[in-house]
């Protein structure tokens, strides 16, 4: 599945962690490239915005999307 990211979240920024509530992108997070392998890197931003948006999240039926998106390849 591909999907298309408008230009403006462009940025210097390589790579980033995507959140996506239905068809919402809810937050982006800039991710270290060279960190991304080691475990736990990943769920320590899931777990932080899952927490952040927690009442968002309970108000929808299906749990949130994360995708990691290479601005570079895009």
């Known amino acids: 599945m591909f999907f298309y990211i408008e ?5 210097n920024i390589p790579m980033k ?4 509530l239905g068809n919402d992108l ?3 997070v800039p991710l270290d ?3 991304i392998p080691k ?7 899931k777990r932080n915005l899952k927490e952040k948006y927690k009442e968002m999240i309970m108000q ?11 601005f570079q390849q895009a």
């Open 7 to 11: 230009p403006v979240l462009k940025s």
């Open 17 to 20: 962690l995507m959140m996506y």
């Open 26 to 28: 809810i937050e982006a």
């Open 33 to 35: 490239q060279e960190r």
């Open 39 to 45: 475990p736990g890197y990943l769920g320590s931003f």
């Open 60 to 70: 929808f039926a299906e749990p949130p999307e994360f995708l990691v998106i290479n």
